[in-house]
């Protein structure tokens, strides 16, 4: 498969999934709050695939977080499945499907972030780079918990779904520490891999 045609399938892959979720999720209101993110990502996506085309590393970890998003916005987070077979499999005392989130808004605000500060000449140390895209991935992840906190403000009792604290009183605190074990994953173990992809792509001009 070509690189092009692998983009096209995860695009349809990821519209196909979020026409499916938007059909009847469990709250209309959670369902847009949660996919927000991937209806602002994706015309952005193709508004630079020619102009600074990212990795395709990149590209499949982004369509894996759209998918996260997606099914988390269909059920909420407190109710996926997948939640739910993790739950029993490993014991839990709740659905931990708001974790593998929050992982992913660690992972892949990192990856861009690294692709970006060193294809843009940025920076030269890539140590530097990797922290600074640790840095910038839990600005993001304190943020959205800052969003969290406003909806919660504004909505009260309605907010309940898109919180899916699920009663755990240090689900703020846990949602950062997962993106932080994401974003320290990607530029530990995933560096090499997308340094190899991004010396074969045009530097930004």
């Not at 977080?65 to 269909?74: F, K, N, S």
């Not at 861009?112 to 991935?137: K, P, T």
């Not at 504004?154 to 974003?183: K, P």
Request: aromatic content about 10%; some cysteine.
């Amino acid at each position: 498969m070509t690189r092009d045609t692998l983009l096209l399938v995860l695009g349809a892959v990821v519209l196909a999934a979020l026409v499916a979720s938007g059909i009847a999720p469990y709250e209309r209101g959670t369902w847009v709050l949660e996919v927000l993110p991937v209806l602002l990502a994706l015309p952005v996506l193709a508004l630079t695939r020619k102009r600074f085309p990212l990795s395709t590393l990149l590209y499949i970890l982004i369509a894996a977080h759209m998918l996260v998003l997606i099914l988390g916005g269909a059920y909420t987070y407190a109710r996926v499945p997948l939640g739910f077979w993790l739950q029993d499999w490993m014991g839990l005392g709740r659905n931990p499907y708001d974790k593998i989130g929050h992982f992913m808004q660690g992972l892949v605000p990192a990856m861009v972030a690294r692709e970006i500060l060193l294809r843009g000449a940025y920076l030269s140390s890539r140590r530097m780079a990797g922290f600074l895209s640790v840095c910038v991935a839990m600005a993001i992840s304190a943020v959205y918990e800052l969003i969290e906190w406003w909806a919660a403000l504004a909505l009260g009792q309605g907010a309940d779904e898109f919180l899916g604290t699920q009663g755990d009183v240090w689900d703020t605190q846990s949602d950062m520490f997962l993106a932080l074990i994401g974003a320290t994953f990607a530029v530990t173990l995933l560096a090499r891999w997308q340094d190899s992809q991004m010396a074969g792509l045009p530097k930004r001009s």
